[in-house]
């Protein structure tokens, strides 16, 4: 029986859809080209990137290196994520048998180090110079020149735009990622404003250096057939107005509506699921995280908890700054910008089709159903 699965990288069928994205990706990929993918959190950008288009491009000599940026805050961070990017891809793709020998030859500027744990048995494989120390940025970047003069490579940079909290990584990249002319990097974003920033702002060292790729929603006729084959198994039909709901509760949010396809594959059982049983569903899987929602909510000021009830309400928010929003919150608009920005640095709010809204739909109804 296929499953429906949430908060990990998912395979090639175990997406919804995004047949038409893979198959461009595939071929921008194929194509040597730059590609700045943006779609908000929990959309799938990471699982076609990371764990999908390697298997799909894959060669003989193939090395893919995947690195998440994400809350990044200095160039010594980045160094740190892109060593460990590299490692864990030669790791994956060098051949097994002669794994450190391939990377001693591979290697002319660092060591390939192998630090195996005595108690778990397992080994941690990672870069250092040849006095032992941490590599730079700048070592680490001659290291990708030196994989691609030798393997067809794939370099991913997911949440790339936290980078620019980084002092001048930006610069450093630039300068070497620009030789890569044969070498498709795709650089992931899930706030848009801050990779626009990047890629079309003319003070940035990155300005026009990738073609930007948006993964809108998933239409409904895909996310019919998805659930009918995951819920037949288990007797539930689903009406078309049910999955409807489902989709407006979820915000069109992939990984939100695999989790409650996945609530309702794991309690229900034989019966035609409508709207009505759809809100009692949804009433009982807020009780399962109430525990985890409350908690988040502990760690919010007073401030910010009357800014996400706004938010809440809204569901998508086009003007922060008008009368409504102001009235709704009963703050000053310059409150309320300070506010919106600090949810969305941390990835509580997010910014969707030019509009604000809560980055975990379930959140959002969470707050509306229990008054905060």
Known sequence: MKLFYYNVLLSKEDLADRVNDISFLKKAANHHKKIAIYAPRRYGKSSIARNILPNEIKTKNFIAVYC????????????????????????QYLPAKNLIKAATQLLKSLNFTFDPNPITGEATFGLSTKRGQEPTLSDLLKVLLELASTYKCFFVFDEFQDVLEAEDSLGLLRSDLQKLKNTPI???????????????????PFFNFADEYVLKAIPFLDWKSYFDERL???????????LEQILEIALNVPNSICE?????????????IDSPQILKIIDDLLTAKSESFYFQLKQLSATEKKVMHALAINKLTVEIQSKDFQNKTNLSLSGIKKTILRLYNSGIVEEDDHAY???NPLFRVFILRNGI
């Open 260 to 272: 409650i396809g996945s609530f309702i594959q794991e309690h229900q059982r034989n019966l035609t």
């Open 68 to 91: 998440d940026f994400m809350g990044v805050q200095s160039t010594k961070d980045v160094a740190n994520r892109l060593s460990k990017g590299i490692s864990e891809g030669m790791e």
């Open 186 to 204: 795709f650089f992931l974003g899930s706030k848009r404003r801050l990779l626009s920033q990047i890629f079309n702002s003319h003070q940035s």
């Open 357 to 359: 809204r809560i980055s």
């Open 232 to 242: 037949r198994p288990v007797k539930i039909k689903l009406t078309d107005t049910a």
